[in-house]
């Protein structure tokens, strides 16, 4: 009969290892991965191949597990599971250890950095970097040996998946196809729905490994949907704001507003609206916008007031973009006034002494 305890515990061993084999938890093994190693029979060796097994190794620069005795072995896009049965069998294979002998512990000592490229719809497409190190695990110099293997720990690193890769790509832009994206490794292609991080429907977290490459589709127009902070898109976006006739401002200057902020509330943030009716009513505003792909400069003018009264519409009042810049110009009314303060500001000290020189007469 099985007791109450040895069922429980097979049930949790059950959906443990489910959980670690289902596509969305698998973490493959990449170059740069340092593995902990544990052989507990290394001991039965005989002489003169007697050796420390266990250690601390690393995945190479080839994608290969360099273990003694034995040719490489190939690691890279495999989880520790399939690597602990490859180096199992090259072990009994060469007559080392008996199948009744040999029992091996891999654990993930360090997850390493990932390069991988990101294209298509987003702000920096290019190479990116994902799970970099933090500085204090940057030093490469070798550490005691019981050092290594206290340091041994399992938890995935939070940075070396898809949404990670695309963040550091700049996030997506409006127009991307973000239930279509494709992650192309080794010559296969995969297809990945992401939609979920904007709906709050569960989303399958995809792990990468280097030279991964993710290829953001574009769609035919952009979804506002989009257009906020979230793990995919920018948190802030960096606006130029041009104001030389606001005396409360210095010519232009850089500020950053939440990803998902329209044209009309950058015109309030740099003092381009209200005022006297009379005079500031008729103000204009411009919009920069440069494609730093293709260099192309857009610039679109607006009035004022109209894009605050009627601010409903993305075509009249578009949602702010990384570097585009805002530029706030006068009336005519307020232009004119100011030029004649001008006039009155140059001439007022010649007026003033023609005045004294007559009275002294």
């Not at 039965?44 to 490489?72: C, H, K, M, T």
């Not at 199948?99 to 990101?118: E, G, K």
């Not at 399958?204 to 906020?228: C, F, G, K, M, Y």
């Amino acid at each position: 009969m099985f007791s109450i305890r040895s069922v429980t515990a097979a049930l949790i061993t059950l959906l443990a290892t489910s959980l670690l084999s289902s596509p969305g938890w698998a973490l493959p093994l990449s170059p740069g991965d340092r593995l902990r190693i544990f052989v507990p029979m290394d001991d039965a060796l005989p002489e003169p191949e007697r050796l420390r097994l266990s250690g601390v190794y690393e995945i190479n620069l080839d994608g290969n597990l360099l273990f003694p005795f034995l040719d490489p072995i190939a690691a890279q896009g495999l989880e520790t599971p399939e690597v602990e049965k490859r180096l199992a069998n090259a072990l009994i294979s060469k007559g080392f250890f008996r199948t009744d002998q040999l029992q091996i512990s891999v654990q993930v000592l360090q997850w390493a950095p990932v390069q991988v490229t990101v294209a298509g719809e987003v702000f920096n497409p290019g190479r990116v970097l994902v799970n970099a190190l933090p500085d204090s695990d940057k030093d490469s110099r070798p550490r005691p040996r019981s050092e290594q293997l206290l340091n041994t720990t399992g938890e995935a690193p939070s940075e070396r998946f898809l949404a990670a890769a695309i963040r550091g790509a700049g996030g997506l832009k409006p127009n991307a196809d973000v239930q279509h994206i494709r992650l192309v490794r080794g010559g296969q292609e995969q297809v990945i729905d992401l939609s979920g991080v904007f709906t709050g429907e569960p989303v399958q977290e995809v792990p990468l490994i280097a030279e991964d490459q993710v290829i953001v589709p574009q769609l035919d127009s952009p979804t506002n949907a989009l257009v906020r902070p979230s793990q995919l898109t920018p948190q802030e976006v960096p606006v130029i704001l041009s104001n030389l006739t606001e005396p409360s401002r210095r010519g232009s200057e850089v500020l950053t507003f939440p990803y998902g902020t329209r044209l009309s509330q950058a015109v309030v943030a740099a003092n381009c609206a209200g005022g006297n009716n009379i005079t500031n009513s008729k103000r204009r505003v411009t919009l920069v916008q440069t494609d730093r792909l293709t260099g192309q400069t857009r610039v679109s003018d607006r009035k004022v007031e109209s894009l605050l009264r009627s601010s409903a519409s993305s075509g009249d009042n578009p949602f702010l973009m990384p570097q585009d810049g805002v530029v706030c110009y006068d009336s005519k009314v307020s232009t004119a006034s100011g030029v004649l303060r001008f006039v009155s500001d140059v001439f007022a000290p010649f007026f003033l002494i023609q005045r004294l020189f007559q009275n002294n007469n």
